[in-house]
């Protein structure tokens, strides 16, 4: 058994793949709006603090809180994922899907998702493959939404599915049995 997984696994469980997601900037069309829309956001305050400077005094500082919030905007589509796998492991067992987080400015987190012969598995196709095994639902400013969870971002995602297909196999087969 795997260094630090004792008291995680269940008797017979074992690790099948181990992994992390991609650090890679994200190019894509929503990382591009946010891209656009910062841009916008930090022009105008920009040319906002241009204009109160030259009326004198300090109004012009204002702006510096609006100006860096569109910067921050900018970044957060293309730099956001990057940041957020620098923190986030992946694990596959025989049994269960393991999602791993550890951010500095929050506590540790370990999820783990049952992977049976019902689990709907997506892979997403692309340079970084995405193998997503389960939703979760969340709310933000009172509406509910749905984040897919899986193994985001991974450069073995065909192999890491393959393996989870025949754990799905293995799995129907012995329900037959």
Known sequence: MSTGWQDILNEGEEILWQGRPSTAPVISAPALGRLVFGLFFAGFALFWMIMASLGGGFMWMFGLLHFSV?????????????????????????????????????????????????????LEDGPFKSVLFATE?????????????????????????????????????????
């Open 70 to 122: 569109g910067i921050g905007v900018m970044g957060s589509g293309m730099f956001w994922p990057g940041i957020k796998a620098r923190y986030t492991w992946y694990s596959l067992s025989n049994q269960r899907a393991f999602v791993a987080t550890d951010f500095p400015w929050a506590s540790r987190r370990l999820n783990s998702y049952p992977i049976g012969a019902q689990t709907a598995l997506t």
């Open 137 to 177: 639902d969340y709310r933000v400013k009172g509406r509910t939404r749905t984040r897919q969870i899986g193994f985001h971002r991974i450069d073995d995602g065909r192999a890491v599915y393959d393996i989870m297909r025949d754990m799905q196999r293995a799995d129907r087969q012995e329900e037959r049995t």
